[in-house]
C-alpha cells in the first residue's frame, strides 16, 4: 500500500497562474482533507470531502476549490495564485469507521507563489 | 471559535520526561488526538481521547480532561528521533474534522 499520495512535490508558480494538486488514496478511505501549514502555524483545513460525491469548506476555504473525482482521488484546484497562498499543502485521509479518528496524511507539496 | 493552547517550544534531555500541554475551547467536541512531525515530513498519528483518563501506547501517553477542557501527551524515555513538532488537535464535528493547535517543538539533547 502506497497510503496517501501527492504529486507535485514542489511548485513554484508566478501570481495569477493557475494549477491542480493531485491526492490518491488507496486504503478505501471514506474521508479526505486538504490543509496548508505555514510557519509557526498548525495545520489549517481548506476543504474536505467526508465521501464520495460530497465536499465541504474547511477554515481557509478562500481561493480554492476542489473536486473528489472518485472515492480514490481529491484534488484542490488555485484558479489564480496569490503570493498568500505560498505554503506546504497536505492532504489526509481517514476511515471514516471505528473510534480511532485517525488521519493519515501525504508528504505534502510545497507551493511557492512569486 | 475553536482554539487550542499549547506551548511552542520544550527542551528535555535524552533519557527524560515531557509533558506538552494542551487547552481548548470548541464548541463541539469528540475527542483529542495528537500528532508527531518531524522537520520537512507530514504529521503522524500518535494518539486518540475521546473519553477522560489515560490511553498508553508504549513510551508514549495521553491524557484528557473534559470538564477542563484539558489534555496533556507525555513522552517518557527521551530518545534523540523524539525530537520534533506535537499537535494537539480536536475533533469538533461528527465528520472527523480537525482542528489543530500551533504546534509544540521538542527539542531533545545528549
Known amino acids: 500500500n502506497a497510503g496517501v499520495t501527492q504529486t507535485p512535490k514542489f511548485q513554484v508558480l508566478k501570481t495569477g497562474q493557475s494549477m491542480t494538486l493531485q491526492c490518491a488514496q488507496d486504503m478505501n478511505h471514506n474521508s479526505m482533507y486538504w490543509y496548508r501549514q505555514d510557519p509557526g502555524m498548525g495545520l489549517r483545513l481548506i476543504y474536505y470531502s467526508a465521501s464520495e460525491g460530497t465536499t465541504d469548506k474547511g477554515e481557509v476555504p478562500n481561493g480554492y476549490n476542489v473536486s473528489r473525482l472518485n472515492k480514490r482521488e481529491f484534488s484542490l484546484r488555485l ?10 499543502y497536505f492532504c489526509a485521509s481517514r476511515s471514516g469507521k471505528g473510534a480511532l479518528n485517525e488521519q493519515f496524511f501525504g508528504p505534502g507539496t510545497r507551493l511557492t507563489v512569486l | ?8 517550544e520544550v527542551t528535555a534531555v535524552e533519557g527524560a520526561i515531557v509533558q506538552i ?3 481548548y475551547q470548541t464548541s463541539g467536541f469528540y475527542g483529542l488526538s495528537w500528532y508527531q512531525q518531524h522537520d520537512g515530513g507530514a504529521p503522524t498519528f500518535l494518539s486518540y481521547n475521546a473519553l477522560d483518563g489515560l490511553e498508553e501506547t508504549g513510551r508514549f501517553s495521553s491524557f484528557l480532561s473534559r470538564s477542563d477542557s484539558y489534555g496533556y501527551l507525555l513522552l517518557q524515555e527521551l530518545q ?6 506535537y499537535f494537539c488537535a480536536v475533533r469538533g464535528g461528527s465528520q472527523g474534522n480537525l482542528i489543530f493547535g500551533k504546534g509544540t517543538k521538542l527539542s531533545v539533547k545528549p
Open chain 1, 79 to 88: 484558479e489564480s495564485a496569490a503570493p498568500s497562498q505560498t505554503s506546504v
Open chain 2, 21 to 23: 500541554n494542551c487547552t
Open chain 2, 80 to 85: 534523540m528521533k523524539d525530537s520534533a513538532s
Open chain 2, 1 to 8: 471559535g475553536q482554539s487550542l493552547e499549547q506551548p511552542s
